[in-house]
């Protein structure tokens, strides 16, 4: 699925209204979870899933497990710290 499929998805199910936005986290599609239930909707992505996708990803700076998780910890800690932070996507570790 497709950011774009997504987001229609998420229209399609009433999930966002008209004038909702969400913030996704691109070339995470494949662990893509939901959004939340509260106000301002955000994006969840099942944090060891993205791990699994950066160890997996051709030409991607983290090839390692140990490189992959310093990189989406970086990746996580500067998404809270930008003017969207409240709209910021969420990385859950599923047990």
């Known amino acids: ?20 936005t969400v913030v996704l986290a691109e070339g995470f599609e494949e662990a893509f979870v939901g959004i939340t239930a509260s106000e301002p909707k955000r994006a969840i992505y099942d944090y060891w899933k993205c791990i699994d996708l950066l160890v997996e990803c051709d030409g991607a700076d983290a090839s390692t497990f140990d490189d ?3 990189w989406l910890e970086d990746y996580v800690e500067t998404t809270m710290q930008v003017e969207i932070k409240d709209q910021s996507p969420l990385f859950v570790k599923k047990l």
Do not use: P, V, Y
């Open 1 to 20: 699925m497709t950011d774009l499929e997504i987001i229609q998805d998420m229209f399609d199910r009433h999930l966002l209204k008209e004038n909702e």
């Open 68 to 70: 992959a998780l310093e």
